[in-house]
């Protein structure tokens, strides 16, 4: 396994708008390969998800585990979010193409999604909280959407800047 580079915001490629994962690519060995890269990718980062869209592979599929000892390792192609509580939550999200920016951003609290697993099969998950919010925004970067884009625009405006001042201290 290895670590992927991760885009970085504003990375123009981080707006494509993510296909759909051809099923029968699911049984070459590279691709399942990949899967162990992002998820590899995304612990070391240390995140809790990690969209193709974010390591430059513009397919409908993504990494998921909000466990903290990493026990659940969630994979999902072709995920599709079927329906949203009317209920809300508030939580602070941050991005790995956005590296150390942190904002509240409002979403539905609970989800009801489909996907394929590694391995093709179907399944349907009925999630809500932390779980709820990670599922939402990787299928925003499938979308080419950011959590930024649902900030208002000096919020947007002020975690730009932030992102300017931490990438200025890393040089």
Do not use: W
Request: hydrophobic share 40%; with cysteine; charged share 30%.
């Amino acid at each position: 396994m290895s670590l992927l580079p991760i885009l970085e915001y504003p990375h123009p490629r981080l707006r494509t708008v993510a296909r759909p994962v051809d099923v029968d690519q699911l049984h070459d060995p590279a691709f399942q390969r990949l899967l162990d890269d992002m998820f590899e990718t995304m612990y070391e980062a240390p995140g809790i998800g990690l969209a193709a869209t974010q390591v430059d592979t513009h397919q409908r599929f993504m990494v998921i585990d909000v466990t903290e000892g990493r026990e659940q390792p969630l994979a999902f192609i072709n995920p599709v979010i079927r329906e949203r509580s009317v209920d809300l939550r508030l939580h602070q999200e941050g991005c790995l193409s956005i590296p150390g920016v942190f904002a509240d951003v409002t979403r539905p609290d609970g989800i009801v999604v489909e996907a394929l697993d590694r391995h093709g099969k179907p399944f349907e998950l009925r999630v809500d909280g932390l779980l709820a919010t990670c599922v939402q925004h990787e299928v925003d970067h499938l979308d080419g959407k950011l959590f930024i884009d649902h900030l208002s625009a000096l919020k947007r405006d002020r975690a730009i800047k932030k992102l300017d001042k931490l990438r200025k201290g890393r040089d």
